[in-house]
């Protein structure tokens, strides 16, 4: 990794855990296993690349740092919600998650449930927040944008085409569908609100959407090939569950050699959608080149 991506990690997942520790502190009431269990989910694990796709955007149009942590902060909870709930036994029923037990393992069901709509609901009161934005109407577009891709027409929708993939074979497009919505629809969202942050119309966002775009499908081929070739110590979860479960992916579909040529395509292309940024654009850039190389 990059030294000057390897600091930016660093800084976000420093920010990031300061921030939720804020938010989140455990009251003296039968309530401290919720918000406890909140924290476990939230506080010292995780790459951040959502929160850190956020402020390197952000930080294109002069956004205040803080600002961009907030909103980054709103889309990692959204994105630990989901984590809660498909590692319950109803959904993927996994026993790890970041290399430690998943959060209905050491709290139980009924508290990882609860656990996951009280991030859902935090990542909405974040974006309200006038530390996030003291412009209402900025404010409203966050929170319109991160749940238009948290509903059915972006993660929600992605997760129950996952669902349905056990029962039926996808051919490629309907993969690519798939993943657009489970995967890239929060990474999307993650680049719009950096640039809702900085005031950009929706017209001059058509860039950063098609870098989003491409860096989301190259995220996902390189999450299917670390399925099938990855180190389970290094991942920190259960990998090889889609072959498993006779899951059609990038991989099955594709072959390994020609979806890892198509990821690094893939990431020449995001980059090339930066290119009127010059070299203020570097740090996404190099954070799209580290998804198809990452080993966990």
Request: proline share 4%; hydrophobic share 45%; with cysteine.
């Amino acid at each position: 990794m990059p030294e000057r991506l390897a600091e930016a990690f660093a800084a976000i997942q420093q920010d990031v855990d300061a921030a939720f520790d804020a938010f989140l502190p455990v009251p003296d009431d039968s309530r401290a296993p919720l918000l406890e269990a909140m924290r476990y989910a939230v506080i010292g694990g995780g790459k951040r690349v959502r929160p850190l796709l956020v402020c390197a955007t952000a930080r294109l149009y002069g956004v205040a740092r803080d600002a961009a942590v907030n909103a980054g902060c709103a889309v990692e909870a959204i994105h630990a919600y989901s984590l809660i709930h498909d590692d319950l036994p109803c959904m993927d029923d996994d026993d790890l998650r970041h290399g430690k037990p998943t959060v209905h393992k050491a709290f139980g069901e009924a508290v990882a449930v609860l656990a996951g709509d009280s991030l859902h609901a935090l990542a909405f009161d974040i974006l309200t927040m006038p530390g996030t934005s003291a412009d209402p109407f900025v404010r409203s577009e966050l929170v319109a944008t991160l749940a238009r891709a948290s509903g059915h027409g972006g993660m929600a929708g992605g997760q129950m085409m996952d669902i349905a993939s056990a029962q039926r074979d996808y051919d490629l497009p309907e993969v690519t569908r798939l993943q657009q919505l489970k995967t890239g629809a929060l990474l999307a969202a993650s680049v719009e609100l950096g640039a809702i942050l900085g005031k950009v119309p929706p017209e001059g966002r058509t860039h950063l959407r098609a870098y989003a775009r491409d860096i989301g499908l190259a995220f996902q081929i390189a999450d299917d090939l670390l399925d099938v070739e990855g180190d389970e110590d290094k991942a920190g979860k259960a990998l090889r569950k889609d072959e498993g479960q006779g899951k059609q992916t990038f991989v099955t579909l594709m072959g390994r050699d020609a979806a890892r040529r198509q990821a690094t395509v893939l990431v020449e292309q995001a980059g090339q959608h930066l290119a009127s940024h010059g070299a203020e654009a570097e740090l996404l850039i190099e954070l799209a080149r580290f998804v198809v190389r990452r080993d966990h």
